[in-house]
């Protein structure tokens, strides 16, 4: 059984850069597209970014374009979610999550969270001074 599990997150200083993780254990990614979403308090879970299957496509919404880079690494059944020059308004619970059910070749960023049949449980990133 699929488990993602992200790691990375934690309190950083406006302009700062974190990378999170997003891990499968017990089974492969392979073939999946992964997404990253973020839920602050109060708002709804939106989609940030996400990448294809082979990692050739990738997709991000507007309020991190430029400043986030998603990447996987097959090997270590990894994906990555750079994130530089963080504002406060960055501050959430992000989420990673994993979908075989759709065209695995390319993917977009802004989609509902049904799209996607496995999560991990979150973490926290903070942005404050």
């Known amino acids: 059984q699929l488990q993602l599990v992200e790691s990375g997150g934690g309190l950083v200083q406006p302009g700062e850069s974190l990378r999170l993780s997003c891990t499968g254990a017990?089974?492969?990614?392979?073939?999946?597209?992964i997404a990253w979403f973020r839920q602050a308090p109060g708002k709804e879970r939106e989609g940030i970014s996400c990448?294809?299957?082979?990692?050739?496509?990738?997709d991000y919404v507007d309020s991190v374009k430029g400043r986030f880079t998603i990447s996987r690494d097959t090997a270590k059944n990894t994906v990555y979610l750079q994130m530089n020059s963080l504002k406060p308004e960055d501050t959430a619970v992000y989420f990673c999550?994993?979908?075989?059910?759709?065209?695995?070749?390319?993917?977009?960023?802004?989609?509902?969270?049904?799209?996607?049949?496995?999560w991990g449980q979150g973490i926290q990133v903070t942005v404050s001074s």
């Open positions: 990448i294809s299957s082979n990692g050739l496509s990738s």
């Open positions: 999550g994993a979908d075989w059910g759709s065209y695995p070749f390319a993917c977009t960023a802004a989609v509902p969270r049904e799209h996607y049949q496995y």
């Open positions: 017990g089974s492969t990614l392979d073939g999946a597209i």
